[in-house]
């Protein structure tokens, strides 16, 4: 079975560090583009990163930009969100979701279930 | 960046309805261009991809359409299971998703 699972949601304080986790089986993840997408509360989906299959290229959304990391180690078929100097608006349910395998045009197929990230003293 | 608009923001059908969401980008998008549908407490499911192309295993009351900056979902007989969040997204830049269309009862 196709299959992504996040995990490493949690409370952190305003200022706070987490990293999360997606792991990847059921298909060759070192082909895929992969993303990450997150969801406040109530509101809509907001796309966060976006790595191609070999790692060498990343992009991410303006609000992230310099305190998000994305990586991926192909090896172990995982994904990894470092998320540094966090604010009560990164507060989400973070997916990771499985794109393309030849470039990033391609749609987003294959979701996680989400992790909760909750931003608050 | 482009901006992704829809239209509208929610609506009320019943089942058996032909239901139309608009979805307009700021900016030529070619037809990459994809539908999600999204349940309460679930991840999005994808519906439609490249604007007009349906998923393996999705209904085919489900139908896209559009090209350049102008698309629309169609859902031809609406059924139960279709009530939720629709949103389009698009994959020729960074991949901004709309606000979403509520579709309930």
């Known amino acids: 079975e196709v299959q992504l699972v996040e995990s490493g949601g949690g409370l952190v304080q305003p200022g706070g560090s987490l990293r999360l986790s997606c792991a990847a089986s059921?298909?060759?993840?070192?082909?895929?583009?992969v993303h990450w997408v997150r969801q406040a509360p109530g509101k809509g989906l907001v796309w966060v990163s976006r790595m191609n299959s070999d790692g060498s290229s990343t992009e991410y959304a303006d609000s992230v930009k310099g305190r998000f990391t994305f990586a991926r180690d192909n090896a172990r078929n995982t994904l990894y969100l470092q998320m540094n100097s966090l604010t009560a608006e990164d507060t989400a349910v973070y997916y990771c979701?499985?794109?393309?395998?030849?470039?990033?045009?391609?749609?987003?197929?294959?979701w996680g279930q989400g992790t909760t990230v909750t931003v608050s003293s | 960046d482009i901006q992704m608009t829809q239209s509208p923001s929610s609506l009320s059908a019943s089942v058996g309805d032909r239901v139309t969401i608009t979805c307009r980008a700021s900016q030529n998008v070619h037809s990459y261009l994809n539908w999600y549908q999204q349940k309460p407490g679930k991840p999005p499911k994808l519906l439609i991809y490249?604007?007009?192309s349906l998923q393996s295993g999705v209904p085919s009351r489900f139908s896209g359409s559009g090209s350049g900056t102008d698309f629309t979902l169609t859902i031809s007989s609406l059924q139960p299971e279709d009530f939720a969040t629709y949103y389009c997204q698009e994959s020729y830049n960074i991949h901004t998703f709309g606000p979403g269309t509520k579709v309930d009862i």
């Open positions: 059921g298909f060759t993840f070192s082909n895929y583009w």
């Open positions: 979701a499985r794109g393309g395998q030849f470039s990033y045009y391609y749609p987003m197929d294959v």
């Open positions: 490249a604007a007009s």
